[in-house]
C-alpha cells in the first residue's frame, strides 16, 4: 500500500478523485471574510510516509488487545517508543485551531532515529476512520495544521534596471496565518502597505478596484487578486 492509498483509505474517498481535488480551498465573500484551507489528502502527501511493517504491527497489536481504537493508540505508541510516557499528548484538530479539510486525531512517537505518527482521520459523518502508522518527513511538521499564506508575486518593479547583468527581483505581498485562518497579518519588509491584515480590506468585484491598495478584487471565477500588486492571491501551506 502506498501513502496515497492509504490516505484515501482513512478519508474514505476513491484515490483519483482525491488526486484530482486542488492543494488549497482560497475564497472570498463580499461580507469581507476569507474562507481558506489546505485539502487533508495533498497535505498529508507532503509529510507523511505510510509504513507497512510499522502498520502490520500496530494491527496485530490492537487485534490482540480487543480495547478502544483510541487507547490502542497510544498503547501501541508507547509500546514501540520504549518509553513509559509519550513526548507529546493526543491531538485532536478539531478542538484547536486548524485550516485542514478533514479534522484528524494523532499520536506521534519516536522509535530510533524515526519519527512516527498514528492517525485517524474524521469523516463528514462525523464517524472517525480507523488508523494507520506513517512516518513523518524531516522537513514539514504534523503539528503545523494552523498555519498557512496567501500570497502574490510579480514581475518587479515597473521599469526597474540593474546593473552588471542583473536580474529584476520579483516583489512579493504575503500575509501569514498561524491560527487556523482567524486573522492575516502582513508578512514581508519588501513592499510597504499601510494595512497589515488582510482582513481589513473591502472585497470588491469591481476591475477598477484591482491593486489600488484599498480592495480585494475578485473576478467572476472566484479568483482574488492582491490589494497591492493586482496579482492574483494563492494560499500556501507556509
Not at 505508541?77 to 520504549?82: E, I, N, P
Not at 484599498?214 to 482574488?224: A, L, T
Request: net charge negative; with cysteine; proline share 4%.
Amino acid at each position: 500500500m502506498t501513502t496515497k492509498e492509504a490516505l484515501a483509505a482513512l478519508i474514505g474517498q476513491p484515490q483519483a478523485e482525491l488526486e484530482a481535488e486542488p492543494p488549497c480551498r482560497l475564497e472570498f465573500n463580499e461580507k469581507g471574510w476569507i474562507a481558506a484551507d489546505h485539502n487533508l489528502f495533498h497535505w498529508a502527501d507532503e509529510r507523511l510516509n505510510y509504513d507497512k511493517k510499522m502498520d502490520r504491527a500496530f494491527e496485530r497489536f490492537s487485534r490482540r488487545s480487543g480495547d478502544w481504537l483510541v487507547n490502542d493508540m497510544k498503547a501501541f505508541a508507547l509500546k514501540a517508543s520504549g518509553k513509559k510516557r509519550l513526548d507529546a499528548a493526543a491531538c485532536y484538530t478539531g478542538s484547536c485551531d486548524s485550516m485542514l479539510s478533514h479534522n484528524i486525531h494523532f499520536f506521534t512517537f519516536e522509535r530510533g532515529c524515526e519519527e512516527y505518527v498514528i492517525l485517524q482521520v474524521e469523516r463528514p459523518s462525523g464517524r472517525m476512520s480507523g488508523a494507520a502508522v506513517f512516518q513523518t518527513g524531516a522537513d514539514w511538521s504534523i503539528y503545523d495544521f494552523a498555519t498557512g499564506s496567501i500570497a502574490a508575486q510579480d514581475d518587479g518593479e515597473p521599469g526597474q534596471t540593474l546593473l552588471w547583468g542583473g536580474e529584476v527581483e520579483p516583489r512579493l505581498s504575503r500575509w501569514r496565518t498561524e491560527n487556523g485562518g482567524h486573522t492575516w497579518h502582513w508578512d514581508n519588509d519588501s513592499v510597504e502597505t499601510e494595512v497589515s491584515n488582510l482582513d481589513r480590506f473591502t472585497i470588491s468585484k469591481l476591475e477598477e478596484h484591482r491593486g489600488d491598495r484599498e480592495h480585494i478584487f475578485v473576478d467572476p471565477d472566484g479568483v482574488g487578486y492582491c490589494p497591492i500588486l493586482g496579482e492574483p492571491l494563492n494560499l500556501w501551506y507556509y
